[in-house]
């Protein structure tokens, strides 16, 4: 993990928030090539589940939303989790991930779900399971903590004024489901998608932007009528799964996990987990709330939210399957599994991004063999551009410029020689094979999007 933080920083990735401050504890910032990789991320989820899909619709809520949201759908009472205090230095931790930690590095396979706050107290006393600040074993009794942020609005500081930062973007498509259905005349089974910037005060953020305090949430809810839900629920788990093999992520990197203890309201729960550089972890949530949400949202706000069959005139309350990945989590899964170093046959160590190509922050890099060269490769950069996200780079040997490239995740470099003014051919260099062929600049532009869109 040391190594890709660093990467990522190197290489205008991800920066520490408020660096030059000192930081603010897991808060991260996405560089120039961070911010291409996670808007190609978000526009591949985006297509594969909104835009591709007939019966699917798009929506984008508000961050703040009236109080008694959270109070329907429960976060008021109780999103906590088990948070204690390390007695020695004074810091705070979420015992459940003290002891996932601890199983993952001894190979031990059990349920932390499940577990009341007494059994994890007794559990982490016997381990002996240690402050990961001091190495003491040696913690307060464990509480339940709330993890929403609060603000306050307006001029006063009344305790009506209370309103919170949402804690997950979903029940921005629950309190639209009405909206959405009605606008856009849509029969169920229908679904809304959302992606947009979540806050939760974790009391432990760690591992990069594995887990922060503010991260952004790719959330898709399907209205099904009751009956239907085992059999979408079965239907979008593969779809789900199938969406990141899509993306080049091995299969045998992933799995799912059933949830052994689910929430009071839900008939199913499941995560796709992923091995990370740190142990399997949870990578998505795919969840059968079954009518609960609606039925809450409709009774604090006392508005209609059933719906009516045009076929059967049937009147329910519809199901929700619900599938959520974090988008930074999605990213640090995926550059993880890209990063790769590999040994060449002179010796030579190269550090390449094998990121598919269709996500790569720069799709093509332009080099000139030389500078005198510049005014036929910025030509081909210009018309280049209007396609693709491309990088122009005439320093240095075309070697160091083409494992510059690689370390990005670059998989196109475009070659620009003096044959170039003859024949009007460059050389296409490979990422991943180092093939290199000449194509026609005439032909280049459709060659690229093959190669990088398989168009
Ligand atoms: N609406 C359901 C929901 O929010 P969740 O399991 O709490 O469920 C869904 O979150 C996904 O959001 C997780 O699988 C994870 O990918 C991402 N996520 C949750 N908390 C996060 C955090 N603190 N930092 C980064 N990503 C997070």
């Not at 933080?5 to 897991?26: D, M, T």
């Not at 919170?164 to 009405?178: A, D, H, K």
């Not at 609960?292 to 199901?319: A, C, V, W």
């Amino acid at each position: 993990m040391q190594k890709l933080v660093a990467y990522c920083k190197n290489r205008g990735f991800v920066f520490p928030g408020s660096e030059i401050y000192g930081g603010l504890a897991n808060t991260w910032d996405y560089g120039p090539l961070g911010v291409e990789l996670k808007n190609n991320i978000k526009k591949a989820w985006w297509d594969y589940f909104v835009t591709r899909d007939k019966n699917s619709y798009g929506v984008d809520c508000a961050i703040l939303m009236n109080p008694r949201v959270w109070e329907a759908s429960g976060h008021v009472s109780s999103f906590s989790d088990p948070k204690m205090d390390c007695r020695n230095c004074k810091t705070r931790h979420r015992a459940d991930n003290l002891i996932s930690e601890y199983n993952n590095k001894h190979g031990i396979v059990m349920s932390v779900d499940t577990m009341t706050k007494e059994e994890m107290a007794n559990y982490i006393k016997e381990k002996q399971i240690k402050c990961p600040n001091c190495g003491k074993c040696d913690f307060t009794e464990i509480k339940n903590f709330n993890l929403m942020f609060q603000t306050k609005r307006g001029v006063t500081e009344d305790a009506s004024d209370t309103i919170y930062l949402r804690p997950e973007t979903c029940q921005g498509e629950y309190i639209n489901f009405i909206n959405v259905q009605r606008t856009m005349r849509a029969k169920i089974p229908f679904g809304i998608g959302q992606i947009g910037k979540s806050f939760r005060n974790e009391i432990t953020p760690g591992n990069f932007v594995f887990r922060t305090i503010e991260f952004e949430q790719m959330e898709y809810q399907l209205f099904c009528k009751p009956g239907e839900d085992e059999k979408f629920f079965n239907l979008y788990k593969q779809k789900v799964m199938d969406f990141y093999k899509s993306l080049g992520l091995p299969a045998e990197k992933l799995k799912f996990k059933d949830h052994e203890k689910l929430a009071f309201y839900a008939k199913a729960a499941t995560d796709i987990i992923f091995n990370f550089p740190f142990g399997w972890e949870e990578l998505n949530g795919i969840h059968n709330r079954t009518n609960y949400d609606l039925t809450r949202h409709q009774e604090f706000s006392g508005k209609n939210l059933m719906y009516l069959d045009p076929i059967t005139n049937e009147k329910f309350i519809p199901y929700i399957i619900e599938f959520s990945v974090g988008a930074d989590r999605l990213f640090l899964t995926l550059i993880a599994n890209a990063y790769t170093e590999e040994k060449l046959d002179d010796g030579e160590t190269r550090v390449v991004l094998k990121i598919l190509p269709k996500l790569a922050p720069i799709k093509v890099a332009v080099l000139p063999l030389q500078k005198n060269l510049s005014e036929k490769a910025d030509e081909i950069f210009k018309t280049l551009q209007q396609n693709f996200n491309c990088d122009y780079d005439e320093s240095g040997s075309i070697g160091k410029r083409y494992r510059r490239q690689d370390e990005i995740g670059t998989p196109c470099c475009v070659t620009i020689d003096f044959d170039t003014l003859e024949d009007n051919c460059v050389t296409v260099r490979d990422r991943d094979t180092m093939k290199q062929e000449r194509v026609n600049v005439e032909e280049l532009i459709n060659y690229l999007k093959r190669k990088i869109y398989n168009k």
